[in-house]
Nanobody, 126 residues
Framework: ELELVESGGGSVQAGGSLRLSCTAS??????????WGWFRQVPGKEREGVAA????????YYADSVKGRFTISQDNAKNTLYLQMNSLKPEDTGMYYC?????????????????WGQGTQVTVSS
């Protein structure tokens, strides 16, 4: 069973920064997925992809709304995925989920999702 554990959410003022982390088992991280992504969801809207990285290859995807402010990265020794979020805006508020998927494109990010984390809340106040 895929297990992803997120942490790092919280409440910040606009312009602040947060770093989200997502840790997986060694097997899951190394062998079970082709890509990793961060998604966010607000009540009443569909979950949207904000960033993704292709496993092993380093290719990354960012939604237009976060380009230049968010950075996705991996620490392979720790089986951990990160999302560094800078210059946060109130519209970045939402529940953030990490995910492992089977497909990746530079245009759309990580897809064919096989598992989700439990989510971590990010709240940005103006």
């Amino acid at each position: 069973e895929l297990e992803l554990v997120e942490s790092g959410g919280g409440s910040v003022q606009a312009g602040g920064s947060l770093r989200l982390s997502c840790t997986a088992s060694r097997y899951t991280y190394t062998y079970s997925s082709y890509c990793w992504g961060w998604f966010r969801q607000v009540p009443g809207k569909e979950r949207e992809g904000v960033a993704a990285i292709r496993q092993g290859g380093g290719s990354t995807y960012y939604a237009d709304s976060v380009k230049g402010r968010f950075t996705i990265s991996q620490d392979n020794a720790k089986n951990t995925l990160y999302l560094q979020m800078n210059s946060l805006k109130p519209e970045d508020t939402g529940m953030y989920y990490c995910a492992a998927g089977f497909s990746y494109t530079d245009a759309t990010g990580c897809g064919v999702i096989r598992g989700w984390g439990q989510g971590t809340q990010v709240t940005v106040s103006s």
